[in-house]
């Protein structure tokens, strides 16, 4: 599958939604199957933002800017080469996804969505991430979910299986990009 439009640019796709979701996994499989790259968002996160996330506080607007930016720059670094992308980013707040919109053309949302419970256990059960479950409650509150009008993303309901999630998604991107 190519992810190009017809303008015969490269495409850019985000994978957004709260911590726990299922981002990384989601976007490293579609990455893979569409033969992008692959940029998770959490390694451009400045160390104040780390730091600040595995004290168990939630991050600001103004921690969040410098960090959006730069993965508009990674992006744009990549389909400036000709590349296709896959990232991660939590893209929560409506203003986060139009820094998206601003700065990186030829753009898709894949918002995963599910409900507090799934992702909570979800949280719970996994090793090793800064973000702990605790802070599950603040990205719940933060979340503003995509609406009608912001027609370049794609929902998709998490409490599948992860194959049949990446193959929902896949079998989607397409009817964005005709």
């Known amino acids: ?5 017809q303008s015969g640019l ?14 990384s996994s989601v976007a490293e499989q579609l990455a893979e199957r569409c033969n992008a790259v692959f940029i998770d968002g959490d390694d451009l996160h400045p160390a104040h933002n ?9 991050l600001t607007d103004e921690d969040r800017a410098p960090w959006l930016h730069e993965i508009c720059a990674q992006s744009n670094k ?7 992308v896959v990232v991660v980013c939590s893209a929560l707040k409506y203003s986060y996804r139009h820094v998206f919109r601003q700065h990186i053309a030829n753009l898709t949302f894949v918002f ?6 799934l992702i909570e256990k979800r949280m719970t ?8 479950a605790g802070m599950l409650k603040s990205q ?3 979340l503003e979910p995509p609406g009608e009008m912001e027609n370049d993303v794609i929902s998709i309901d998490i409490s599948a ?5 990446v193959q929902q998604a896949y079998q989607l991107l397409p009817l964005i990009s005709e």
């Open 10 to 23: 490269n495409r850019c796709i985000v994978v957004m939604g709260v911590s726990g979701s299922g981002k």
């Open 112 to 117: 995963l969505q599910g409900d507090y419970t």
């Open 161 to 165: 299986p992860l194959h049949e999630v």
């Open 125 to 132: 059960a996994r090793q090793g991430h800064f973000m702990k």
């Open 140 to 142: 719940f509150e933060t």
């Open 1 to 5: 599958m190519t992810l190009s439009n």
């Open 78 to 84: 990549y389909l400036a080469s000709g590349e296709n």
């Open 50 to 58: 780390i730091e600040k996330m595995a004290k168990g506080e939630p």
